[in-house]
């Protein structure tokens, strides 16, 4: 099972984007649609999509959050055409952020922000083994610039089966990034591989509340476990959500939450529904009596 699960927020068009993006990478499914009635948003769509073997959630919930570039996905192509192909299909109504090209560190890479706001990084890493098709990518920006290796280091402390790969630093001559600071660095989660970055360009943007990680949970324990370890901002305590001291958000939630909640009686549905809104940290005892 997918421990940790990108949560992609979305106004409306979760179902819509999630079609698109299924449609980029072969294989790929909807593997659940669930309907929550009576939220804080409406009636707000949770769809769990597959992508290139990952697992990706996608909900339609409002226009309370924005895509940023701070949370990118890096996507790993053996050839050159299939960096053209996704390209061509992402900057669609897309934008890109840095053009598709030849760089240092890859002949064919190209950064963009797709139709709906999410960025991608799509990049040519010739006959390299791909153990992880798309990667999340973590940039520390404005306050957080400089906090990359911090971050990791704090992250694989508290994750399970964790370990840190390469770190590649900024060296002289790349102003106005600091020396030493981290242009690159690989690491694992739960064996989910991340990437993280600092950059110290007037960047207009931080983390968002858009792109959060879902730890999924088999135990109360693990629950209290990691809202302990990781909850820094009280008042954005909510509902399973919180966010930890650079601005990542995450959520922490019974792995038996989708089944709770694709309960065939709308009753007790509406229950469960209605009980964890009401939660700060999920208490399974609570919902499973319900």
């Known amino acids: 099972m997918q421990s940790i699960v990108p949560h992609l927020w979305f106004d409306r068009e979760a179902d819509e984007a999630s079609r698109f993006y299924i449609s980029l990478f072969e294989g790929s499914k909807i593997i659940d649609r669930t309907i929550l009635n009576e939220t804080p948003s409406g009636t707000s769509e949770l769809i769990i999509v597959e992508l290139a073997g ?30 053209e192909r996704l390209w061509d299909k992402l900057i669609e109504q897309g934008q890109a952020l840095m053009p598709l090209g030849a760089y240092p560190f890859s002949e064919k890479f190209g950064w963009v922000a797709d139709r709906y706001g999410l960025s991608w ?30 971050a990791m280091r704090f992250y694989t402390s508290v994750f399970q089966q964790s370990e840190i790969g390469e770190i590649r630093r900024y060296g002289e001559g790349a102003l106005p990034n600091k020396v030493g600071t981290v ?21 207009e943007f931080q983390f968002s509340e858009a792109i959060s990680f879902v730890v999924k949970c088999d135990t109360q324990e693990e629950i209290d476990y990691y809202w302990d370890k990781l909850s820094a901002v009280p008042e954005a305590e909510q509902c399973g959500w919180l966010k930890d001291k650079y601005g990542v958000s995450w959520q922490i939630v019974p792995a038996i939450m989708g089944e709770l909640m694709q309960n065939k009686d709308p009753e007790k549905q509406a229950k469960v529904t209605e009980a964890f809104l009401k939660m700060k940290k999920f208490d399974i005892a609570e919902l499973m009596r319900i």
């Open 54 to 83: 990952q697992q990706f959630m996608l909900i339609s919930a409002g226009p309370y959050f924005k895509f940023t570039p701070a949370i990118s996905f890096v996507i790993a192509c053996n050839t050159v055409a299939e960096v």
């Open 121 to 150: 990084q799509v990049m040519y890493v010739g006959e390299r083994e791909i153990k992880q098709k798309i990667t999340p990518q973590l940039m520390f920006v404005g306050e957080q610039c400089g906090n990359a290796e911090e």
């Open 183 to 203: 242009l690159q660095e690989s690491f694992m989660l739960n064996q989910h591989r991340f990437s993280a970055i600092d950059s110290a360009y007037n960047h």
